[in-house]
């Protein structure tokens, strides 16, 4: 990537600040839950990070594609993702391919120093279904399915893009591999409003 590097931050329990207070906030929560149509899990959540200038690129991947390698036996799981910063073409904006996680898993291999899906696959979909530029305002939220094809592009712009990804899964695919790092199911509590008031008053204290 000419130097630009793609970074992130990733955490697998939740805690006491404003990321893990928005995990849990029913507005996405409930949401999860429809599209999943069960009660979910928290199963990770990211902040990527796309600094002006030197964001890196992401590759064609399905989040899935990863996620089978920890135990999910099904692909039930799905993403929040939420603009931190204003996302457009020029910083990078997530692309996706509308209906691909109809397609199923893909295989994934080493592209650089990053893991994506078959490109010759890739190509063969991109003939068939629409390439979508998710351009968003801060605030605004795109859910998706695991199996949804995804990218981005770098950060060629004077604007950092960083966004918060919240993942979740369906409760009856808890993991069979125990890696010490994705818990096993259990009851996510939803934090009201006010909770998440309380905690960005104390962080702006």
């Known amino acids: 990537d000419q130097g630009q590097t793609a970074k992130l931050a990733i955490w697998f329990e939740l805690g006491d600040d404003i990321w893990s207070a928005i995990s849990t ?4 929560v ?27 690129r992401w590759e064609w991947h ?27 073409r020029s910083n990078g904006c997530l692309q996706v391919i509308r209906g691909s996680h109809q397609l199923g898993r893909l295989d994934h291999a080493k592209t650089g120093d990053q893991r994506g ?24 939220a795109i859910f998706f399915h695991g ?8 950060n060629t712009s004077d604007q950092p893009r960083w966004s918060l990804i919240c993942c979740y899964n369906a409760r009856h695919n808890d993991p069979y591999i125990t890696d010490g790092r994705h818990p096993n199911y259990h ?19």
């Not at 890739?122 to 068939?128: D, I, K, N, P, Y």
Request: overall charge negative.
């Open 62 to 88: 399905q989040d899935y594609g990863y996620w089978y390698n920890n135990g999910c036996l099904y692909p039930d799981m799905a993403s929040c993702l939420i603009a931190v910063d204003r996302a457009t």
């Open 117 to 140: 899906a078959d490109l010759e696959r890739v190509e063969a979909v991109l003939q068939r279904l629409e390439l979508v530029y998710c351009e968003l305002e801060p605030g605004d």
């Open 25 to 28: 906030h029913p507005s996405i």
């Open 30 to 56: 409930n949401n999860v839950r429809r599209l999943l149509g069960e009660e979910v899990a928290f199963f990770h959540g990211k902040v990527m990070l796309k600094e002006k200038k030197t964001g890196g």
């Open 187 to 205: 009851p996510l509590e939803i934090w009201p409003d006010e909770r998440v008031r309380a905690i960005l008053t104390a962080d702006n204290a």
């Open 147 to 154: 199996n949804l094809l995804h990218r981005s592009d770098q």
